[in-house]
């Protein structure tokens, strides 16, 4: 959650930007209204609304401000009063979402942003879907024909987030659904404080790249719309600066698979290593080619040059293992570097020739 709340925070400060007046902010679906009050202590002027009494009986007994109950669909503020309305894992609680999202549109001032937040991909539905109420997971299409039909706001941002622990988290859910393990209060019950903080740190790498790129998939939407601007159509954006934190973020996704795949395999169901490091190594090499060719260097125009490419993606990671090998060999045994720090330096620099390997495989004119 204390990532969650930092992607709001990095969302508004840059969608946000400070008049003469104070920003004045509405939290629709705000709980008992802790990000009201982390926002208030801010200098914003921040209302919250919820539907449910209880909560917002409880932080109003906190001493929190500005906390109302929406007891009907109409939201009772006037029209064009708010800068920014947040709209977090509120929509799929809501059947149906049209009157709700026209209404939020009518509060919201000429300029101000809408930001939301909600759960993706049905195939994920899991225990804490079911608990929470929802009547549905969303993909980036389902979510912009809702807020379609229902507002004339301009999308001017969308991307999947949660990415780096979509392959366990997935993993878990599919297995879960399959063997209908639906005993649990939640998927995921960890009690530890050291896996926490992995987890936390991992997210929190994830969230920086956020703040630059937009992913291809994970576990939650994070969108941002307007209202009343001009939408303009946009080409795909080959910057080389992006492309590189794409490249990143791929290879650390990629990572985060490989040891997933290899964890389920070889620890829960027992599998030979030799077997799981196959099976897990060729996956994780599938999933890079594609996240790499159609995501990070947005590759899409290929006609029929996927397979030739392939083969030049095989050929460059067999040279990548060759080459990395031989460096390490190199530094530990001629140089005396410790193995690990030799490691870190060959992949480094395997890294960066790779980026240069993939812009020319993946290259859109050729």
């Keep these: 959650m204390r990532v969650r709340r930092a992607i709001v925070m990095d969302t508004l400060a840059t969608y946000v930007t400070p008049g003469k007046q104070r920003v004045k902010i509405l939290d629709f679906g705000c709980g008992s209204g802790l990000l009201v009050d982390e926002l208030s202590k801010k200098g914003m002027s921040v209302y919250g609304v919820d539907m449910s009494e209880e909560a917002i ?38 059947e149906p979402v049209d009157h709700i999202l026209t209404e939020v549109e009518r509060i919201l001032k000429p300029g101000g942003v809408m930001i939301i ?28 024909a809702d807020i379609r039909r229902s507002t004339k706001l301009e999308p001017i941002r969308i991307s999947y987030f949660n990415t780096f622990l979509f392959p366990p988290i997935a993993l878990v859910r599919i297995v879960s659904s399959y063997f209908n393990l639906n005993k649990r209060e939640s998927d995921f019950n960890l009690n530890s404080p050291m896996i926490n903080k992995i987890l936390f740190a991992i997210f929190n790498t994830e969230r920086w790249f956020l703040q630059r790129i937009d992913y291809p998939f994970g ?12 939408h303009r159509q946009t080409a795909p954006d080959h910057n080389p600066i992006k492309q590189v934190f794409r490249f990143i973020a791929t290879g650390a996704m990629t990572a985060v ?19 799981t490091t196959i099976a897990a190594y060729t996956l994780a090499l599938l999933f890079n080619f594609t996240v790499q060719k159609y995501w990070s260097f947005e590759n899409k ?21 060759a080459a990395n090998t031989g460096m390490v060999y190199l530094l530990v045994a001629k140089m005396h570097l410790w193995y690990l720090i ?13 980026f240069f390997a993939y812009r020319r495989i993946f290259r859109t004119k050729e």
Excluded: N
């Design 257 to 275: 698979l490989y040891l997933s795949i290899s964890y389920i395999l070889g620890t829960v169901l027992g599998i030979h290593y030799i077997t």
């Design 117 to 144: 937040m909600v759960p993706a991909f049905m195939f994920l539905w899991g225990i804490q879907d079911t608990v929470s109420q929802h009547y549905r997971r969303y993909t980036k299409p389902t979510l912009s």
């Design 219 to 230: 576990v939650s939407i994070l969108s941002v719309y307007r209202k009343h601007t001009t």
């Design 301 to 321: 125009d290929s006609k029929g040059k996927t397979p030739m490419q392939a083969i030049r993606y095989i050929g460059w990671s067999v040279i990548g293992i």
């Design 57 to 94: 009986a409880f932080g109003k007994s906190r001493g929190i401000k500005g906390l109302s109950v929406l007891s009907s669909d109409h939201i009772d503020f006037p029209d064009d009063t708010f800068d920014a309305i947040l709209m977090l894992d509120v929509l799929e609680h809501l």
């Design 342 to 354: 030799a490691q870190a330096v060959a992949s480094c620099l395997f890294a960066a020739a790779s």
